[in-house]
């Protein structure tokens, strides 16, 4: 199964900025999913990454606060934009349907 | 919308007892799937089941899957410290929902 490394790890940001959030694959996959885990809570998924066309999200998130770019088969980006103290979460990336997730970025907003 | 609801929210229990967790879904699942995560670190997938009635084992892990394909139970024989962690089920189809969990704490 495919392997991710996703970066960084965790980060404690400013309300207001932005992070972005990288996700590496070892091999080729044609959808990335994006998930937000907020504090003691299940993963709920934000948009889904196809190379070469626009992410598709879910109700309740934009294009606005969470671009995303999908440069190639292995490489996708997820922005928070405009933080807040709610958007302190666990973000998540996944391939191959649920088989790999990555380790998950904790970002707390202060 | 589908909801999967999972129980107990919390089980804390002694090392070497058995347990069972449960998840209902408000609709037939297309393909149920039951996950483990530890602090710290992405969800790691234990099984996938399709077929009503099902029964899959993994080491000390027994997954069941219900006849009408809406509920299934994660059965863990002499728990075990490394057994601690968030267990979700989800449902997987064009994309996954996840029930909100799990949480195992095994006393040592």
């Known amino acids: 199964s495919a392997v991710i490394s996703q970066k960084p790890s965790r980060d404690i940001c400013q309300r207001g900025t932005s992070l972005t959030i990288q996700c590496q694959v070892d091999?080729?996959?044609?959808?990335m999913f994006w998930y937000r885990q907020q504090p003691g809570q299940s993963l709920t998924l934000i948009a889904t990454?196809?190379?070469?066309?626009?992410?598709?999200?879910e109700s309740g998130f934009v294009i606005d606060k969470f671009p995303i770019s999908r440069p190639n088969l292995t490489f996708s980006t997820l922005t928070v934009s405009n933080l807040s103290p709610e958007d302190s979460s666990i973000y998540l990336c996944?391939?191959?349907?649920?088989?790999?997730f990555g380790s998950g970025t904790r970002l707390t907003v202060v | 919308t589908q909801l999967l609801e999972q129980s107990p929210q919390f089980l804390s229990i002694q090392e070497g007892e058995n347990l069972t967790v449960y998840c209902n879904s408000s609709?037939?699942?297309?393909?149920l799937q039951w996950y483990r995560q530890e602090p710290g670190e992405g969800p790691v997938l234990l099984v996938t089941?399709?077929?009503?009635?099902e029964v899959k084992k993994l080491k000390r892990l027994t997954f069941q899957f219900g006849d009408a394909r809406k509920d299934s139970s994660l059965h863990i024989t002499a728990a075990q410290p490394g057994d601690t962690g968030l267990y979700l089920c989800a449902d997987r189809d064009d994309k996954i929902i996840f029930g909100k969990g799990t949480r195992l704490h095994i006393l040592p």
């Open positions: 089941v399709v077929t009503g009635g």
């Open positions: 990454a196809n190379q070469g066309s626009e992410a598709t999200y």
């Open positions: 996944s391939v191959g349907g649920g088989y790999t």
């Open positions: 609709s037939v699942f297309s393909s």
């Open positions: 091999s080729q996959v044609t959808m």
